[in-house]
């Protein structure tokens, strides 16, 4: 059981920046793939960036270009980098660890940290 933990998150007016953090429980470097995804107020969950163990990334459309998706194995930490915010990037936040555990795949996330982009 992976036990991830999000910080970083809160108010910023629009052309700001914020960083998000996600902690784990064990070595990220074990972990398969980590990302960030994020649900606004009545919309689905959707993927923002993923950062997988080989250290390749990828991004959604509307992060490409003003997110960074970086992960640190000494600190078993994600970050999320995100410049340039938008109004509409307003959402909770997840932290989500994929791993390979006994002939499947399973997710694990974090409680969520809120982003509020002020125009």
């Known amino acids: 059981q992976v036990q991830l933990v999000e910080s970083g998150g809160g108010l910023v007016q629009a052309g700001g920046s914020l960083r998000l953090s996600c902690t784990a429980s064990e070595n990220i470097f074990s972990i398969d793939a980590m990302a960030w995804y994020r649900q606004a107020p009545g919309k689905d969950r959707e993927m923002v960036a993923v950062?997988?163990?080989?250290?390749?990334?990828n991004y959604a459309d509307s992060a490409k270009g003003r997110f960074t998706i970086s992960r640190d194995n000494a600190k078993n930490t994600l970050y999320l980098q995100m410049n340039s915010l938008k109004p509409e990037d307003t959402a909770v936040y997840y932290c989500?660890?994929?791993?390979?555990?006994?002939?499947?795949?399973?997710?694990?996330w974090g409680q969520g940290t809120q982003v509020t982009v002020s125009s």
């Open positions: 950062c997988v163990s080989a250290g390749n990334t």
């Open positions: 989500n660890a994929r791993k390979w555990v006994k002939g499947s795949w399973s997710d694990y």
